[in-house]
């Protein structure tokens, strides 16, 4: 159970990287950012950027359920 939650929350926060990176003005830095080589890069740093946040969002989550051992 907690290896499917663990890869929801990934994929979630991964969708949710995509999302917020469209807003980006990738032709600043890239030259061709609608070329296959700059959907990659954007691919990439959704998948960088998603996977922190699930971390951080899993460690969370486990760092609250140890609290009830505190007490």
């Known amino acids: 159970m907690n290896g499917m939650v663990s890869m929801m929350v990934s994929l979630v926060c991964i969708g949710l ?5 469209q807003s980006v003005k990738f ?4 030259r061709n950012p609608k070329g296959p080589q700059g959907r990659l890069l954007h ?23 140890m609290l009830r051992y505190m007490f």
């Open 17 to 21: 990287a995509w999302w917020a990176l």
């Open 27 to 30: 032709d600043l830095w890239i």
């Open 43 to 65: 691919l990439f740093l959704a998948v960088v950027l998603g996977r922190f946040v699930a971390v951080f969002l899993l460690d969370y989550i486990s760092w609250s359920q």
